[in-house]
């Protein structure tokens, strides 16, 4: 008696659940977060290089002053974006790297608040930086408070077991 071959059902696509967004999805995706992350660093140290662009950061040909002005623009963000690059080469191994982006990013919305409520800086001056930095902290933030499914843990083999190299060598 021949067999005949299973009759297999095409294949559905199964349907998102509500509110999944794949472009959302991509965005918290570790890897991806963290390569945003340290390219917001990176405009941060552009616009501390370019004091004379009406893009970045226009001084109107006035120079910053006092006794701890060039601490205002030392390029701190340079170091965040190498931690940031360096990090996302293994986001689940560097995983603790979230809580100083989130750090990060709300020091930043209350650097500008601030700036903008004493009068340093326009209202057009921060927007953008207050938007960007919301958008990227809650997006850390959803990383970091998301639910996982819990890891299993198997424990390292011990030596009486005899499994181990020589032991799946005999095998």
């Known amino acids: 008696m021949e067999q005949t071959p299973p009759v297999t059902q095409p294949e559905v696509a199964q349907p998102q659940p509500p509110g999944e967004n794949r472009f959302l999805t991509t965005l918290r995706q570790p890897r991806v977060l963290l390569i945003l992350l340290a390219v917001w660093a990176i405009i941060g140290a552009l616009t501390e290089f370019f004091t004379s662009s009406g893009l970045f950061v226009d001084l109107h040909d006035r120079e910053l002053d006092g006794a701890l002005g060039g601490r205002a623009l030392s390029w701190e963000a340079i170091p965040l974006a190498v931690l940031y690059l360096y990090c996302s080469r293994d986001p689940v191994r560097y995983q603790r790297v979230f809580w100083l982006a989130l750090i990060e990013q709300a020091a930043a919305i209350a650097a500008n608040v ?24 809650l997006l850390v933030f959803l990383h970091l408070f998301q639910p996982r499914e819990p890891e299993e843990v198997t424990a390292p083999p011990s030596p009486s077991s005899g499994i181990g190299p020589a032991a799946s060598e005999s095998l």
């Open 114 to 137: 601030y700036h903008w409520g004493a009068g340093d800086f326009s209202f057009e001056s921060v927007f953008i930086p207050i938007v960007v930095a919301t958008a990227l902290g």
